[in-house]
């Protein structure tokens, strides 16, 4: 049998046998999940603890947001004023349920609200100067955003024209001076003293939320029961680090959202279930079900669609609202794979998976998806890719970028401001706007950067290992005490294990001939069941009885009652 090499670079940590004994001894935890957390620098007692048994009491106190006070003050002046409230949120999933949390819960405390998310092509990213115009237009006094507003200089400048008093709540990252507005709200910016920077938008919301609560006397804990379904999908959705405070929305927002008795969010999960039986949500789900759908209406039609959804409390037209955004997915779906398809094939015939930067531009390709498509770039070429939409009338190109771990976008746009009209984002994703003669300058500027930053081991395809163990570790004990460390999504990925030596006993195939299940044999001669997904083909390879190196999942298999560890098969080599 020829031996099979592995198609990743695999990196292992090594193991740290006194600090794991220390955790497993005092945490009364199975010395597996102990190295898993030394690996992951988890190694404070106390840290370990709060990480293995979350709890809502450990959210960190609303009032150190920045600019707290002076938000607080303006939201529950305007109500006492009677005045209107403009909320100005943006087109994807955070920037959705931002908007829907900031509408139900001021309009339940008596607010007079008007919410609006932008249309991604005729206002584009961010608050354009007609919804400024419209909410002076509404009557608005309070010109209150979420999910954006950081670098709207001159569009908040425009609001304060027009007599309106602006607070900002944003998580992007901040460049520059802030915009002159009565209040921003950001954990990013630069000044601030709030333990815990990585909230998304909508935790950024839920977050200020929780401190209205508290300076207008409304129960914190019914607060919470009501708006921690709508923060979860935002949260996964967004992709943010399911770490810290994102760990405790994601874990309490998900049993959350299983119960909502919101029409619209209970409507959106029936049709994510495409007709299947409903089933306990999850992070995977958010990412490759709920959230896509949510983004699609935005993508190629209007978001506000998805936020009449979220704000829909009749089942009837909230089943119509669902099942329209539903279409308007697989529009979708059918748009981004003819455009993936395109955008390949422009790489390869232009030679780019070779640059440092992948920079590509097509003049029929829906900007809605440009996002998506750079994605599914990134993934099969190892490089940060910028997608852009040609405008000839207008003479500018815009789109979206994705990237590698150690490529940081929103400084590569700080840094390249003079060339960019519009920009930002995070360091894995972001947005911008160039002039059209200026596409290939740029792409050489941004290729020079990344060559200063970049080395070749960034463009590898890592497989990240928690630990090397035996077979005896992979218990049905440390398979159930790993669950603790659900929900597993960016910054807190499943853990991943390498098993030396093991022997592949039996395969049997599945109906998907991309799945197949396997049979290991333990050092003591005991069976462990396994699975292996999406390599089918690579199994084809492998006979019964031969040996080799194992990078699995550890989970539990529950079947009729029954009980037992299985090991879900990530990557392996042949000897």
């Avoid at 690996?39 to 048994?53: C, G, K, Y």
């Amino acid at each position: 049998m020829v031996a099979t090499p592995s198609a990743f670079t695999w990196k292992t940590n090594p193991r740290e046998p006194l600090q794991e004994a220390i955790l497993a001894r005092e945490l009364g935890i199975p010395p597996l999940v102990a190295a898993v957390l030394v690996s992951r620098q988890i190694t404070d007692l106390e840290e370990a603890d709060r990480f293995l048994n979350p709890s809502l009491d450990h959210f960190h106190d609303p009032r150190l947001l920045p600019d707290y006070d002076q938000a607080v003050a303006c939201i529950l002046g305007a109500r006492d004023r009677g005045e209107r409230i403009f909320v100005h949120g943006d087109y994807d999933v955070d920037g959705v349920t931002s908007t829907a949390i900031f509408t139900r819960f001021l309009k339940k405390l008596g607010f007079d609200v008007v919410p609006h998310v932008p249309h991604r092509e005729k206002e584009g990213y961010g608050i354009h100067p007609i919804a400024v115009q419209a909410a002076k237009d509404c009557g608005a006094k309070l010109f209150l955003t979420c999910d954006c507003g950081g670098s709207a200089h001159e569009q908040i400048n425009q609001a304060r024209a027009l007599g309106m008093a602006v607070v900002v709540t944003d998580h992007h990252h901040m460049c520059g001076k802030l915009p002159n507005a009565q209040a921003v709200v950001n954990p990013h910016r630069p000044d601030s003293r709030y333990p815990f920077k990585d909230l998304c938008g909508a935790g950024v919301v839920f977050k200020l939320c929780e401190g209205l609560c508290r300076e207008m006397d409304v129960s914190v804990d019914n607060f919470r029961r009501a708006f921690l379904d709508l923060a979860v999908l935002g949260t996964v959705a967004d992709v943010v680090p399911l770490i810290g405070e994102n760990r405790i929305i994601a874990k309490f927002g998900l049993q959350r959202l299983d119960e909502t008795k919101k029409a619209g969010l209970r409507s959106l999960l029936e049709v994510s279930n495409e007709g299947k039986e409903a089933c306990k949500v999850t992070t995977r789900m958010i990412s490759f079900q709920i959230g896509p759908r949510l983004n699609a209406a935005g993508r190629v039609n209007d978001a506000a669609l998805s936020l009449d959804l979220l704000l829909d409390d009749d089942p009837a037209s909230a089943s119509l609202l669902a099942h329209e955004i539903d279409a308007f997915n697989r529009d979708r779906r059918a748009e981004q794979d003819r455009i993936v398809q395109e955008a390949i094939a422009l790489v390869e015939e232009k030679g780019l998976d070779k640059e440092n930067v992948i920079v590509i531009s097509g003049a029929d390709w829906h900007p809605g998806v440009v996002g998506i498509v750079a994605n599914k770039i990134v993934d099969r070429f190892r490089r940060p890719t910028f997608v852009l939409v040609e405008n000839k009338e207008l003479c500018e190109a815009r789109g979206s970028a994705r990237s590698i771990p150690g490529f940081h976008l929103a400084e590569l746009l700080a840094d390249h401001g003079d060339h960019i009209l519009k920009g930002g984002g995070h360091a894995m994703a972001a947005g911008m706007t160039i002039r059209l003669d200026k596409i290939d300058e740029v792409s050489r500027l941004f290729n020079a950067y990344a060559a200063s930053i970049l080395t070749e081991e960034h463009f590898l395809r890592i497989c990240p290992i928690d630990c090397e163990i035996n077979t005896e570790e992979a218990d049905l004990q440390a398979a159930a005490v790993l669950q603790k460390m659900e929900p597993f999504g960016t910054g807190n990925p499943e853990p991943a294990l390498l098993m030396r030596d093991v022997e592949f006993f039996s395969f049997k195939p599945t109906k998907n001939p991309e799945v197949r299940q396997v049979t290991f044999k333990k050092t003591d001669g005991q069976l462990v069941e396994g699975v292996g997904f999406y390599l089918g083909q690579r199994f084809l390879d492998c006979e019964a009885g031969c040996r080799g190196d194992l990078v699995f999942n550890l989970v539990v298999n529950e079947y009729q009652g029954t009980r037992k560890p299985k090991w879900c098969v990530v990557d392996f080599t042949l000897n």
